[in-house]
């Protein structure tokens, strides 16, 4: 269903170059990337109050671009295993099979390709959560500087991604002190890692949530093709839906999704504004400590990231649902905050106790009903 191979080729062709550095500025970044990851573990841990024992088991690794893009289609092909080799089964029944999909795979692979290299300009960190058994080794990329995520030994699940290129670049742009917004960059990401080393359950939980959204694709194209109508019945020279639709759909995930999907998107959804939030949260809060200028920092960003960029990237942004993981920081924040206010840190790790504790869509918005709810 995907050439992968050509996803990457599309995506490292496109990419952008990053900032211009020196070679020495360039191994100091990384070093000091590196430092900060292993520092603000500590800091976390001792914020959070949670242990992350298994935290020193997964590797960190500080990539370029192209590192990245390598490292999220590995992950991909794992995620959606299930799902294209389904979707192959099917395409397999029908006549002149073979050729439709090698050409389709090869389009996917471009398209995939495309929303990658734009991506990869945007990302400062990443937990990933469904990297599959890889080790950093020695690097080899071009400048000599960066992991290059490879297959080998079984490690534990998940793995710490610092995107070196684009951290240098949004520190330039912001104007701030290089230290301070590197730490505090790796604050907030070191909180996603300690989130899945300290709660044994969580990575099976959203695991399981995604397959059981993959497994209700429909992949049947008529059926696709009414909620494509559904989603965009306002738009001239398009039937109308059924329902008198008008434009409804708000970015490229409404096309896909069954009555079924939304429901286990919304759970999702929840969780992602829990995570994201308390990230935000912790790397804020352990930030006057040790990020001196995390204030100055916090405004900045947070005015960069309301202001976006020009408007082809403002309706990429909207297409690939980004406004949307927004505003899961920001209401995942304000969740936080509110049940931390009523009950302190130690009241609130309760929700990392079962999935039955985490927030649902609806008590993101409301933090003193979760807390009737789990706290009493």
Not at 44 to 61: C, F, I, K, N, Q
Not at 68 to 74: I, L, P, Q
Request: net charge neutral; hydrophobic share 40%; charged share 25%.
């Amino acid at each position: 269903m995907v050439d992968w191979d050509l996803a990457v080729a599309t995506a490292t062709r496109l990419a952008r170059p990053g900032p211009r550095v020196s070679r020495e500025e360039a191994r100091a970044a990384v070093a000091e990337l590196r430092g900060h990851a292993a520092e603000a573990e500590r800091h976390v841990r001792e914020y959070t109050r949670m242990g992350s024992p298994e935290a020193a088991g997964t590797p960190v690794l500080v990539v370029d671009r192209p590192g990245w893009v390598r490292a999220n289609v590995a992950g991909f092909r794992t995620v959606a295993r299930p799902l294209t080799d389904r979707l192959a089964a099917r395409r397999a029944e029908g006549r002149g099979a073979a050729a439709a999909g090698a050409a389709g795979a090869k389009a996917t692979g471009v398209e995939v390709g495309v929303v990658l290299a734009f991506l990869s300009a945007k990302v400062l960190g990443q937990y990933e959560t469904f990297a599959p058994p890889e080790l950093p080794t020695a690097p080899d990329s071009p400048e000599g500087l960066f992991d290059q995520p490879r297959r080998g030994l079984a490690v534990p699940p998940g793995r710490l991604l610092l995107v070196a290129p684009n951290i240098v670049q949004v520190e330039r742009e912001l104007d701030v002190s290089p230290r301070d917004f590197r730490l505090w960059v790796c604050l907030h990401e070191e909180t996603h890692r300690t989130q899945f080393t300290a709660v044994p359950w969580l990575r099976d939980h959203i695991q399981s949530e995604v397959q059981d959204f993959l497994a209700q694709t429909d992949v049947d194209p008529a059926a696709f093709l009414e909620r494509l109508r559904d989603a965009f019945g306002g738009v001239p020279g398009l039937p109308r839906a059924k329902n008198g639709g008008g434009g409804g759909g708000s970015s490229l995930t409404d096309l896909v999704q069954t009555p079924a999907q939304r429901e286990i998107l919304a759970r999702l959804t929840a969780v992602m504004s829990l995570l994201e939030g308390h990230a935000d949260v912790v790397m804020d809060g352990v930030g006057p400590a040790v990020v001196p200028s995390v204030a100055e920092i916090r405004e900045k960003f947070q005015r960069r990231r309301d202001r976006g960029g020009g408007r082809l990237d403002l309706v990429l942004r909207r297409l690939l649902g980004m406004d949307a993981k927004l505003r899961q920081y920001q209401d995942g924040a304000v969740f936080v905050r509110g049940v931390v206010e009523r009950v302190g840190m130690d009241g609130f790790n309760r929700v990392w106790t079962s999935p039955n504790t985490l927030p649902t869509k609806e008590e993101v918005h409301d933090p003193a009903s979760w807390v009737a709810r789990v706290v009493g």
